[in-house]
């Protein structure tokens, strides 16, 4: 049996949905991969790091987050103010990261980041700003250290994109990709396309917790662009920076429009795009990069996925098109991506 001892930083929806997840599956995780694992570290902004050498009990951790209690107190732990500290002082297989997204310098993710894979731990990520920011740097540095980065979770959480893409489709020459990658805008167009107005609509999405109080990052295209940026370095190697996706968000779009797009056979989504561009001599050159409102026939894959469901469609030279659906949040779903990054580093 392989022990692997893991730390967790932050944790709140998916931090807990992950360690909800880890506590349910120990014993399929025991027989189908042979892995025992434990939870040895756990941080979060409020209470700093806590270590347990002999591991951490989720259900007393889940406990104590429940009713607000801080994590220090935990009975025979030992803690430090500064998580980067705490991850520096102890012994573990592998970083689970999952801290808020930063989209303008990364932070503190990218630090914990650094900070694990220069100590030679794994570092698995549902946190968009390092992989969107610094996808390139960060691999080198795993590289440099023998260890893996994995980041499934970043888009469309659990649902299996980028290991799809990168191991499940190895070989293959992917031509362009085309994505639902927020589920936030992708319910508010759907119910929209019911004869819905969109500030309506919206305050629904808030008060069912789809989302954000301030929505910028959703309905701006923002979060989207995170997506695209980490694809174009994970599937194209390219590493571009935010203003080079061109950005239009769903905020401008009528009840009008959308009646058009349908009374046409055609449903509006938000579209984010990464496609080769050809020079005259047939050679790959630049990498075309979108995030849009777009109008799509019905006949196309991506026009019926509603709701908050994500989707993706990947053009191949070996595959034609081959589409993925299925959720892109929650703390479960999450988790989900996460495990399955675990459990790909341990296989290592
Ligand atoms: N929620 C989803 O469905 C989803 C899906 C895909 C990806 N993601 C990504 O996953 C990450 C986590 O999302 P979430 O929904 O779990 O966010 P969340 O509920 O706000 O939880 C964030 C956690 O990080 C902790 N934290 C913040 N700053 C920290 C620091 N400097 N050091 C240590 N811990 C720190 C917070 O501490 P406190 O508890 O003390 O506040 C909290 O526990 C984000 O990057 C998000 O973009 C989320």
């Known amino acids: 049996m392989k022990h692997i001892r ?74 430090w103010e500064n998580p980067l500290e705490g991850l520096g002082a102890i012994y573990a297989d592998v970083l689970v990261e999952a801290t808020p997204t930063n989209l303008r310098d990364a932070e503190p993710g990218i630090s914990h980041i650094r ?46 994109v ?16 085309r994505g639902i990658l927020n589920g936030t ?25 789809y989302a954000e109080t301030d929505p910028t990052a959703d309905v701006e295209g923002y979060d989207a662009v995170a997506k695209t940026l980490i694809l174009s370095a994970l599937v194209f190697g390219r590493s571009l920076k935010p203003h080079q996706v061109a950005r ?6 009528t009840r009008e429009q959308i009646q058009r797009a349908t009374d046409q056979g055609q449903r509006i989504k938000l579209i984010a795009s990464l496609r080769l561009l050809s020079n005259n001599d047939g050679k790959e050159s630049a990498l075309d990069a979108r995030v849009e409102p777009l109008a799509l026939p ?38 989900q991506g996460l495990l399955a990054d675990v459990i790909a580093c341990t296989k290592a």
């Open 115 to 160: 900070k694990a894979l220069g100590q030679g731990m794994h570092v698995v990520t549902a946190n968009k700003g390092p992989a969107a920011l610094a996808a390139t740097e960060l691999l080198a540095l795993a590289r440099q250290h023998n260890v893996q980065l994995r980041m499934e979770a970043t888009v469309m959480a659990g649902t299996p």
């Open 298 to 335: 019905l006949s196309d894959p991506l026009a019926r996925v509603d709701g908050v469901m994500n989707a993706i469609s990947v053009q191949a030279d070996t595959l034609s098109e081959v589409t993925i659906i299925g959720p892109g949040a929650g703390g479960i779903q999450t988790g």
């Open 248 to 253: 239009q968000g769903i905020t401008n779009i």
């Open 162 to 177: 980028i290991s799809t893409i990168r191991e499940g489709m190895s070989g293959a020459q992917v031509r362009a990709i």
């Open 6 to 79: 893991l730390a967790l930083i932050g944790f709140g929806v998916v931090g807990q949905g992950f360690a909800r997840l880890l506590s349910a599956k120990r014993n399929l995780l025991k027989q189908l991969y042979d892995l025992d694992v434990s939870l040895v570290g756990v941080a979060n902004s409020r209470h700093g790091f806590i270590y347990r050498e002999d591991g951490l009990d989720i259900q007393t951790l889940l406990e104590l987050a429940e009713t607000g209690r801080p994590l220090t107190s935990y009975p025979g732990i030992t803690s």
């Open 185 to 209: 805008t992708n319910y508010i167009l759907s119910a929209m396309a019911t004869g819905r107005d969109y500030a309506e609509v919206l305050a629904d999405a808030q008060a069912q917790g």
